[in-house]
C-alpha cells in the first residue's frame, strides 16, 4: 500500500489503505479497501483518524530508519571487534 502526497510516493503502509491527491480538484483522497473519498468531506472523527495515521506512519518510518542507523552501528563495532581479536590466539577447542 503506498501513501502519497501529491505525485511523490512518501511510505508504504499496508495493502487496504492509500492517500492521494486529485490532480484535477486538488484534494486529498483516501482509499480505503478499493473505495475512495475525499478525505476533507469525512466528519472530523474520520478525518482525526487519517490524521492518526499518517502520523503512525511517520513514525513508523522513523524508526524503521533509526534501526538502520543502529545496524549500520552495530557491524561497525562487530567489524572493530574483530581487528582486535584477529592477533589473539582463540580458545582451543
Known sequence: ML??????L???I??????KMDSNKNRPILNLDNSE?????????????????RTADLQIKMYEDTLKMIK???MKLSEDLK???????????
Open 10 to 12: 512518501s511510505y508504504i
Open 72 to 74: 549500520i552501528g552495530r
Open 14 to 19: 499496508n495493502k487496504s489503505l492509500k492517500y
Open 83 to 93: 581487528k582486535i581479536v584477529e592477533n589473539i590466539e582463540p580458545l582451543k577447542k
Open 37 to 53: 473519498y475525499y478525505i476533507d468531506s469525512l466528519p472530523e472523527e474520520g478525518k482525526g483518524l487519517v490524521n492518526g495515521l
Open 3 to 8: 501513501v502519497e502526497y501529491g505525485a511523490k
